[in-house]
């Protein structure tokens, strides 16, 4: 079954569920998982964190949730609408696009909120519907890739084309890897380190896939990330600030984020953070700014977070709490303009 019909079948269903109850002179309900922090739980056999069993009901007998029931079947509808015509959307147009069919959204974070009511009810991810986030990441490496995208298929891209990295897209995300010299994955946070690795061919010395996050990634990088770790049996290296905010960049990247903990296939679980940790600030004498309130209040989060129950981030979380510091992956650059490639990266990853 392709991922078309596979996606069209679902908006059938959900639409036939709403209409029959209609039919039946009842008001249609949708029943949803409940995407909050408590509701992740473990799931050994994928290795990420999952939905639980909790659920959330829209019900369009009650005045409280028309709204979002309206919006939700706005979404859908407008999902099929691009089904059928062979386009894409972004975010960012799908909110503007309501306007026309006269559907309110207070911001654009309701309306990306109503996208994901949406994978939830149908267990389809967006992109399988057209639906793509604005924010692109890059790659650079030793990788042949594949196009499989209407138009384009069979033609080969190397991922060295350009010097400032390819933008991870969703005709990249699908492309099959058909060559490859690469032995590792280095995903790193900044763009700035991302060019410094390219300037120096690190990439050459580490025989490096590297990835620019442009802070936490979007799924289209996750998924590919996964992807090139299955398919080539690459591991992957997160390089992020050395803050509760970088770490938890590397900790989605390995067991998933609360908001696609409904979508497979977005986590690396063996993917290992290689700073810049608490320790790294002392060890590398790193030039660091006091963490602030909005700082310590994430680590009080992280700390409670399901995620973080293994005793080796709760020790991460411990010593920035210890430090009271934090610190870029930039700061390397007091020791000498390819410091971190030439003392710090080849120490974590070897």
Known sequence: ????????SAL????????QSIDNEEFPTLELPGRGTGNLVYDEESKQFVLGNARVI???????HIKSFTQLVWVASYAKQLLQAGRTSSLRDLYYSSEAFG??????????????????LTGIAREAFGVFPEERSSIYGQVTMRYTVPGYEGRDVDLTLSPDGLPIGPALVTADPVESKAELILAVESGGIFSRLIETRAWERFNAVLIHLG???????RQLMRRLHDDLNLPVYVFTDGDPWGMHIARV????????????GLTT????WIGVTADDISKYSLPSEPLNNADLKRLDELSKDVRYS???????????????????QQAFSRHGMDYVVDKYLPEKIH
């Open 1 to 8: 079954m392709s991922d078309q019909f596979k996606s069209l």
């Open 12 to 19: 059938k269903d959900l639409g036939t569920a709403i209409v």
């Open 58 to 64: 829209r019900d369009s007998s009650n005045l409280r």
């Open 103 to 120: 559907v309110e959204f207070t911001d654009q974070a309701e309306s990306d909120r109503t996208v994901t009511d949406l994978e939830c």
């Open 215 to 221: 802070g936490q990634p979007p799924r289209a990088t």
């Open 253 to 264: 990247i390995s067991t998933g984020s609360a908001n696609a903990a409904h979508i497979q």
């Open 269 to 272: 679980p063996d993917a290992e």
């Open 310 to 328: 293994d005793s080796i981030w709760q020790d991460h979380i411990r010593d920035f709490r210890q430090l009271q510091r934090k610190a870029e």
